[in-house]
């Protein structure tokens, strides 16, 4: 059973870091393009970051420059590296593992996490 834990969220000042980490189980996880999104209380689930399974990386253009995607893949975690925090990047992050489609898309995804809260106080 495919699975995704992720860890790391929770209060953060504005101008702020964190770092969010996703642990997937998995045989395929190597060979798997993976992604995050965020949901704020009455929005709908948006894109975050994206990262192939070779390391090629896309961004919403919200975080591009303050947020970066990596991934160790003999540790089969993903990691989402928040800088520059601000009040609106408040939301429930997930991952999950793109199966098809459009990479910005949340359909384009499976095997998602429970999520982790990420709060960032002005």
């Known amino acids: 059973q495919v699975q995704r834990v992720e860890s790391g969220g929770g209060l953060v000042q504005a101008g702020g870091s964190a770092r969010l980490s996703c642990a997937a189980s998995?045989?395929?996880?190597?060979?798997?393009?993976m992604g995050w999104f965020r949901q704020a209380p009455g929005k709908e689930r948006e894109f975050v970051a994206h990262i192939t399974w070779s390391g090629m990386t896309y961004y919403a253009d919200s975080v591009k420059g303050r947020f970066t995607i990596s991934r160790d893949n003999a540790k089969k975690t993903v990691y989402l590296q928040m800088n520059s925090l601000k009040p609106e990047d408040t939301a429930v992050y997930y991952c999950a593992a793109h199966v098809s489609g459009d990479y910005y898309l949340a359909a384009s995804y499976d095997y998602w996490g429970q999520g982790t809260q990420v709060t960032v106080s002005s």
């Open positions: 998995g045989r395929t996880f190597s060979r798997s393009a």
